[in-house]
């Protein structure tokens, strides 16, 4: 499909496109009725050469469907063993066999007892070149990448995280960096904290918070970043600057994992952090469902009755792609309410109480109403 404009000869291609079903019970017999949607999105991307879609433009506007023909055929012989089919309920794909995973192709890269940054530079090129020609996941679940990289060194630090600038190697690369830097590599992870925001372990792990003091705020106050590792928040908390509150509680309201930030910052001397719990689990009625179970644990803690719903709500559910989130929303009903026993226990007795809850500040706890 095509959004053309005849006069002008100009045409753009969807943006997105996307389909909806909705599924309905006839009213006649027991069959469903399932009524399919197909939404195309069009608009001004700002790329070269592509028209403005104004309200003129659009105007004389029409949509174009294209359709393929077949000109004629060819028929050949392929030959090619060892092929592995695999096949779920949707499709079948047939994938060319790859290498297994071998110790010798990284102990082969050659590598000097005090490599040169050059010499850092190519063999961290080698053992990419190696990845990305065997099987992703037997990678992804050896340890052999890593160990190949950690050979470079602690002096060669700024060649490891380089290397993580395309973003494809951060994750056979960022746990070697973490787990082999030095305080002599200071410089270089201050210089790169922003672009892999994970390196923040290393600061809260030497304590370099005030040093990192610049990009931890800035990058804070950005708001269009919504998640953060959560040392980053440890990290700005350990400052103990009444000055940096308002940050820290503005992540609250509008950043994911509340949860973290939450115990990172609510015991810092003179901080507020009710009201931001209240306006963050406003805010969170409007998030993905993971980002609302997180902020009904924070808003149950100071009492909003409503945030048990939520934590109820996930037992019922019991969604067995996110057992951590079940196992979270029963501790934390056992922990605010005289409930026990499994989640069939705790649902039943919430039902029982439910519309006669009262939150004891004392006890830290709902209980019913006397």
Known sequence: FYLANPLRREAIEPEMAAMEWSVFRSDTDDGLITEQTFMLHFGNRGLPNRPDVSPEWLADARLVEVAMRTDG?????LERSGLTLTTNNYDADVYW???PLQSAWFSHAPLAARPSKEQARQFVDDV????NNVDSDEARHSDLPREAFARVGAEN???LIAAMDGGEMEYYIMPVVLRIAIPANQAVVLRSLRRHPDLVDLVVKFHWEQQARPTLLSVL???RIKYLPKNWVVATAALHDPSTYPLLLNYLIHGHGRWATYNAIRHLPGISVKPAVRQAWAAAKGDDWMNKV???QV???IGIPDALDTLIQVLRIDDVGHPEQFDHAVQSLRRLTPATGDAGSIVAWYEAHRGHLTFDPRRHKFVPAS
């Open 97 to 99: 066999p790859q290498p």
């Open 299 to 301: 808003a149950a803690q």
């Open 73 to 77: 055929s060819a028929q050949a012989a």
């Open 294 to 296: 997180e902020a009904a």
């Open 221 to 223: 106050a950005d708001p």
């Open 128 to 131: 990419t070149a190696v990845i």
């Open 157 to 159: 630090l700024d060649v």
